[in-house]
């Protein structure tokens, strides 16, 4: 199969399918004429690949994840835990994603949204020292009540 024809069944872009390449996921045969002549062995890797990265998986534990598919010796511990190292992390962004939510929505309840300049979203935000955000919706106010002024 030629590349447009992985891609249409792996469900991937050409360009991705590529950078796999480029990166050593994957490893295509090539003609006599330098095309990359891609077997089913490397359609169902692609597929693993686009399930693997559309569930959030990094490369280096796609990497990690494909060795053990490959290798009929894995212990499904190994593979248990890479997927429980990832959904960890995905527990985290929800918890950090949560806690911005919060801030941000006490913010805009606090807000007046009217003519005046008084605005507690900018004070808000103005109490991140720095410039700079240190973490998700710290050092913002998280009271809920009375108005952050």
Do not use: W
Not at 16 to 39: C, H, M, W
Not at 63 to 77: C, G, I, V
Not at 93 to 117: F, N, Y
């Amino acid at each position: 199969m030629n590349i447009g024809d992985v891609a249409k069944h792996s469900g991937l872009p050409a360009k991705t399918i590529r950078y796999y390449e480029d990166i050593g996921l994957v490893k295509p045969l090539r003609d006599s004429n330098g095309y990359r002549a891609f077997q089913e062995k490397e359609l169902h890797m692609l597929a693993f690949l686009g399930r693997a990265r559309a569930l959030g998986f990094s490369i280096e534990d796609c990497r990690a994840l494909l060795a053990l598919y490959e290798d009929e010796t894995r212990a499904s511990s190994d593979v248990k835990r890479i997927a429980n190292e990832h959904l960890h992390q995905i527990e985290a962004k929800i918890a950090d994603l949560q806690d911005m939510r919060q801030t941000l929505s006490h913010l805009v309840r606090e807000c007046a949204g009217d003519h005046r300049p008084d605005c507690p979203i900018l004070k808000g935000l103005e109490g991140a020292q720095g410039g700079a955000t240190p973490g998700p919706a710290r050092n913002l106010p998280k009271k809920r009540g009375a108005p952050a002024r």
